[in-house]
């Protein structure tokens, strides 16, 4: 594969950056190397939301202007009871996000804590002309949200907005597919802790169980979790935090916060995507060998990938159309520069369409287009030779293999 290994042994501390990093610098000393950076108010300062959202004198938020621009027709939103556990994640359900604001100041007014966590909310593709931030230039070189903002059949993304008051948090986990995400705090502090990758044998018992919450865990059904490595950080109002591929972590809130939150990926981490790809899978043939014997060899194949895209939101299929997606992009840059790219963005955006389109990196956001392209073209090639993954995409619509 087409990354040398990464080392996180050495690593001491997270960096703080209170002047944004070049694109070239953030590349080379984080995306690569796939490390963390919390990131100062500057790359921040000039959003909407910043200004909007907080009030001046107090730093909580502003109850009254969020519920006079986001309110004027009632939008359902995603919540979770961060005092109900559901396997692995919070007991979630959708309330009207006026009430949830209402019930979320009262609590606040009151110096209550709060159970209920707005999250997951698709900000963009609910308020498409909002316009709330801009996604920082060493932000943009996305290929989960160029490849899912254009998809015909899934007009989705993964732009997020999150919402809680005092002791919501977030459980222990690691983002999907293993991905990337950026979180920029609009109010408020986040109290990470984040665990470097490759020790998820020291937070999972015999029977594959992860750790749920880092601040209560069973000694006895996790003995090894306390040999764990793990950064604490607080996340102050205004900056932002880079989290890298597969890094475990847990988030707490303290005080009242708001916060802007992407998931990415891009050349820098397609390998431990695959990676990511390839050890779900095992896991769903794993858990449904005794039915292997029933079926014919592409009825297993194509069991396996339903269920795979049912349990971790992707299949053989996903992959390889996001890559061949960003391939055909990358060469029509390599032959016309930039140009076609704010072109095919704005008209694009002048369609009528519900999610906004994320507009592809200018040549100056990503890395050298060569690079990206033997990377892309690596994990096609991978897929080309895996005779499974080969055959289910022959049988897949809309797809060509050669
Ligand atoms: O802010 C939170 O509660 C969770 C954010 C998170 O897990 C992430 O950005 O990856
Ligand atoms: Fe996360």
């Given at each position: 594969?087409?990354h040398?290994p990464?080392d996180?042994?050495?690593?001491r501390?997270?960096?703080?950056?209170?002047t944004?990093?070049s694109?070239?610098?953030?590349l080379?000393?984080y995306?690569?190397?796939?490390?963390?950076?919390?990131i100062?108010?500057?790359?921040?300062?000039?959003?909407p939301?910043r200004?909007?959202?907080?009030?001046?004198?107090t730093?909580?938020?502003?109850f009254?202007?969020?519920?006079?621009h986001?309110?004027?027709?009632?939008?359902q939103?995603?919540v979770?009871d961060?005092?109900t556990?559901?396997?692995?994640?919070?007991?979630?359900?959708?309330?009207?996000?006026?009430?949830?604001?209402?019930?979320?100041?009262?609590?606040?007014?009151?110096?209550?804590?709060?159970?209920?966590?707005?999250?997951?909310?698709?900000?963009v593709?609910?308020?498409?002309?909002?316009?709330?931030?801009?996604?920082?230039?060493?932000?943009c070189?996305?290929?989960?949200?160029?490849f899912?903002?254009?998809r015909?059949?899934?007009?989705d993304?993964?732009?997020?907005?999150y919402?809680?008051?005092?002791?919501?948090?977030?459980?222990?986990?690691?983002?999907?597919?293993r991905?990337?995400?950026?979180s920029?705090?609009?109010?408020g502090?986040?109290?990470?802790?984040l665990?470097?990758?490759?020790?998820?044998?020291?937070?999972?018992?015999?029977?594959?169980?992860?750790v749920?919450?880092?601040?209560?865990?069973?000694?006895?059904?996790?003995?090894?979790?306390?040999?764990?490595?793990?950064?604490?950080?607080?996340?102050?109002?205004?900056?932002?935090?880079?989290?890298?591929?597969?890094?475990?972590?847990?988030?707490?809130?303290?005080?009242?916060?708001i916060?802007?939150n992407?998931?990415?990926?891009?050349?820098?981490?397609l390998d431990?995507?695959?990676?990511?790809?390839?050890?779900?899978?095992?896991?769903?043939?794993?858990?449904?060998?005794?039915l292997k014997?029933?079926?014919?060899?592409?009825?297993w194949?194509?069991?396996c990938q339903?269920?795979?895209?049912?349990?971790s939101?992707?299949?053989?299929?996903?992959?390889?159309?996001?890559?061949?997606?960003v391939?055909?992009?990358?060469?029509?840059?390599?032959?016309?520069?930039?140009?076609h790219?704010?072109?095919?963005?704005s008209?694009?955006n002048?369609k009528?369409?519900?999610?906004?389109i994320?507009?592809?990196?200018?040549i100056s956001?990503?890395?050298?287009?060569?690079?990206?392209?033997?990377r892309?073209?690596?994990v096609?090639?991978?897929i080309?030779?895996d005779?499974?993954?080969?055959?289910?995409?022959?049988?897949?619509?809309g797809?060509?293999?050669?």
């Amino acid at each position: 594969m087409l990354h040398a290994p990464r080392d996180y042994s050495r690593l001491r501390q997270i960096d703080y950056l209170e002047t944004p990093p070049s694109y070239a610098a953030f590349l080379e000393h984080y995306l690569e190397p796939n490390l963390p950076a919390l990131i100062g108010p500057a790359l921040t300062e000039s959003w909407p939301a910043r200004q909007q959202w907080v009030c001046p004198d107090t730093g909580k938020p502003s109850f009254a202007t969020l519920r006079e621009h986001l309110c004027h027709t009632p939008v359902q939103v995603p919540v979770a009871d961060c005092q109900t556990r559901d396997y692995t994640d919070q007991k979630r359900s959708v309330m009207d996000l006026k009430e949830f604001l209402d019930e979320w100041e009262a609590r606040s007014s009151a110096d209550q804590p709060s159970r209920t966590y707005l999250k997951d909310f698709h900000f963009v593709k609910t308020f498409p002309d909002y316009n709330a931030y801009q996604t920082p230039e060493i932000f943009c070189d996305d290929w989960m949200n160029e490849f899912w903002t254009r998809r015909e059949d899934m007009d989705d993304d993964y732009r997020f907005v999150y919402c809680g008051g005092d002791g919501t948090f977030t459980p222990f986990h690691a983002d999907v597919y293993r991905s990337y995400s950026w979180s920029a705090n609009i109010c408020g502090i986040k109290k990470w802790t984040l665990f470097p990758p490759d020790q998820e044998h020291l937070f999972q018992d015999n029977l594959h169980n992860t750790v749920y919450d880092i601040n209560n865990v069973d000694r006895a059904q996790f003995p090894n979790f306390e040999k764990s490595r793990s950064f604490t950080l607080y996340q102050n109002p205004g900056q932002t935090l880079f989290v890298p591929s597969g890094w475990w972590h847990q988030v707490e809130n303290i005080g009242d916060t708001i916060s802007i939150n992407h998931n990415w990926c891009n050349g820098s981490n397609l390998d431990l995507l695959l990676d990511s790809l390839v050890s779900d899978l095992k896991e769903v043939e794993r858990e449904l060998a005794h039915l292997k014997d029933m079926m014919d060899e592409h009825e297993w194949i194509e069991t396996c990938q339903k269920v795979l895209l049912s349990n971790s939101g992707w299949d053989w299929s996903t992959l390889w159309n996001m890559c061949s997606v960003v391939r055909e992009r990358v060469k029509r840059q390599m032959e016309q520069g930039d140009h076609h790219i704010r072109t095919d963005a704005s008209t694009e955006n002048q369609k009528p369409k519900e999610t906004p389109i994320f507009p592809p990196p200018m040549i100056s956001q990503q890395p050298p287009l060569e690079l990206t392209l033997r990377r892309v073209d690596a994990v096609l090639n991978f897929i080309r030779q895996d005779p499974s993954a080969a055959w289910f995409l022959a049988h897949s619509k809309g797809i060509s293999v050669e």
